[in-house]
């Protein structure tokens, strides 16, 4: 049964760094697109960044420029370094899994993700 596991999130000063993990356990992890979707309190679930199985990457408008997500297939697990964070980057963070998109793009449609994490609370605030 696939598991993901996020960790990393915290509490953090704007302008600050912090990377999130999200370890996976899934068979062809490679074969899989992966991604980072965040909540804020009151908001829907939506897409920040992701990450093709071929490396292509894709990110959000909001955090272009600042995040990078990365992928390590030996140890099955995904990245996300978010810097220059800012009070509106506050949000419960989540890891998912998919075999939709295509070699350059991952689906934006949270509908098309197939296995998620428990979440990881980031923070940002003085």
């Known amino acids: 049964q696939a598991q993901l596991v996020e960790s990393g999130g915290g509490l953090v000063q704007p302008g600050n760094s912090l990377r999130l993990s999200c370890a996976a356990s899934?068979?062809?992890?490679?074969?899989?697109?992966m991604g980072w979707f965040r909540q804020a309190p009151g908001k829907q679930r939506g897409f920040i960044a992701g990450i093709t199985s071929a490396n292509y990457t894709n990110y959000a408008d909001s955090v272009k420029g600042r995040f990078t997500i990365s992928r390590d297939n030996a140890e099955n697990t995904v990245y996300l370094h978010m810097n220059s964070l800012k009070p509106e980057d506050t949000a419960v963070y989540y890891c998912?899994?998919?075999?939709?998109?295509?070699?350059?793009?991952?689906?934006?449609?949270?509908?098309?993700?197939?296995?998620w994490g428990q979440g990881t609370q980031v923070t940002v605030s003085s």
């Open positions: 998912g899994s998919t075999r939709g998109g295509n070699r350059y793009s991952v689906p934006k449609d949270i509908r098309l993700w197939r296995y």
């Open positions: 899934l068979a062809a992890f490679s074969l899989y697109s």
